[in-house]
């Protein structure tokens, strides 16, 4: 199997690509893992410390060859607010709960949650369903004492999966 062994952020047009891997949010902060290419095959990324990926990165084979990374479609929210003021207060509230949110000017992106929902519409916000990439913001609680070589199973608490 092939070993991807590093990684780089964005790729040039230029660039060759050889596959290329979708993969939801919770996938792409990874160290050591298999992971299935779009139409076939695998690939095993093997790196020495724990990453994050994002959309349109790639991974480096050991041989150069580079493997498109891309985000998944993934079932959100979309939350929108009156005015920046409540949206900073929506934030606040979601941050209070560690979920995993990305937050642009005019809107925050969710996981589908019910409670929450019912939480943000209770707040005055307004909320619906989107399919769209997951890129939430990295909380403080990402990047250290993650290299044990356990698959990052025990970050799985912070995402909920109904």
Not at 5 to 33: F, P, Y
Not at 79 to 93: E, F, G, V, Y
Not at 104 to 109: F, G, K
Request: hydrophobic share 35%; net charge negative; with cysteine.
């Amino acid at each position: 199997m092939k070993r991807a062994v590093s990684h780089t952020h964005g790729l040039t047009s230029s660039q060759e690509i050889a596959g290329r891997v979708v993969l939801a949010h919770d996938e792409r902060h990874l160290r050591r893992k298999r992971l299935s290419l779009q139409g076939g095959g695998d690939v095993l990324v093997d790196f020495p410390s724990a990453i994050v990926l994002a959309d349109g990165d790639a991974l480096v084979l050991e041989d150069g060859t580079l493997i498109a990374v891309s985000a998944a479609q993934e079932p959100l929210y979309e939350i929108t607010a009156r005015d920046p003021n409540h949206l900073a207060k929506l934030c606040w509230h979601l941050g209070n709960r560690h979920l995993p949110a990305q937050i642009e000017e005019h809107r925050i992106l969710i996981g589908r949650d019910h409670v929450i929902r019912d939480m943000l519409i209770g707040l005055g916000a307004r909320v619906s369903d989107v399919e769209a990439p997951f890129s939430p913001e990295r909380g403080a609680y990402h990047g250290h004492g993650d290299d044990h070589g356990h698959d990052h199973a025990h970050s799985k608490h912070h995402h909920h999966h109904d």
